[in-house]
């Protein structure tokens, strides 16, 4: 079947604006993560929404980063105010077992 | 919060040769010890995995071993051929609360020369 999708799989902004980021996980799959990849670095959990329990945001790193799951599927990250160290890469990973984790392709970003 | 510490950070081998990467982590309740291979511009790929109550877990050229008391875990591949070369990278969770958020280390470039 179809693995985790992600889009877009770049994205350039200006410094200040506002960025959405997409992930539309492996169908079925009740839990999904999203990571952040700096340059050279390991990837640093996020969040993580597990079926309609309360998300874990333990890992965002301010007030600016958001993120929501609509239906228990796709799921979008928004962050508002872009600065230039949030230029990353961002992935989404999903799963059915809990702890087996599929990564998307991830989302580019650029800040400017 | 758990802290995974990986070595080397790169790791130059021929072909043929065996390749080793050590992770230790500080969260005693750590269960769940995944490894991933990620190539150049491409996602993370899960290769192996393996679980507190198990000690060592093989796939063809492929093992990873689990010391639960000294809390530190090992990749190690046998045989290794060009398509090896990448980044790996070892995390470690606990599923609390069914929440299997993984903490990372910061990769190690293994580079197989022909």
């Known amino acids: 079947g179809a693995g985790v999708s992600q889009s877009p799989s770049n994205k350039v902004t200006e410094k200040g604006k506002d960025v959405e980021l997409r992930c539309d996980p492996i169908?079925?799959?009740?839990?999904l993560y999203w990571y952040r990849q700096s340059l050279g670095q390991g990837l640093e959990f996020l969040i993580y929404?597990?079926?309609?329990?309360?998300?874990?945001k333990s890992g965002l790193p301010s007030d600016r980063f958001s993120a929501e799951r609509t239906g228990g599927s796709v799921s979008t990250l928004t962050i508002q105010r872009t600065q230039q160290e949030d230029s990353a890469v961002y992935l989404c990973?999903?799963?059915?077992?809990?702890?087996?984790?599929?990564f998307g392709p991830g989302t580019r970003l650029l800040v400017l | 919060g758990e802290n995974v510490e990986q070595h080397p950070s790169t790791l130059s081998v021929q072909e043929g040769d065996s390749a080793v990467i050590k992770c230790t982590y500080s969260?005693?309740?750590?269960?769940?010890f995944p490894w991933y291979k990620q190539e150049l511009g491409k996602r993370p790929q899960l290769i192996i995995d393996?679980?507190?109550n198990v000690g060592e877990k093989k796939d063809q050229r492929i093992a990873v071993t689990l010391n639960k008391t000294a809390k530190h875990f090992s990749l190690h591949i046998t045989e290794t051929q060009p398509e090896d070369s990448a980044v790996y990278f070892c995390?470690?969770?606990w599923g609390g609360g069914s929440n299997y958020k993984l903490t990372f280390g910061k990769g190690t470039l293994l580079t197989v020369n022909p």
């Open positions: 995390a470690a969770s």
């Open positions: 969260d005693s309740a750590s269960n769940y």
């Open positions: 393996i679980r507190s």
């Open positions: 990973a999903s799963s059915s077992d809990q702890e087996t984790q599929y």
């Open positions: 169908s079925g799959h009740t839990a």
């Open positions: 929404f597990q079926g309609n329990s309360a998300p874990d």
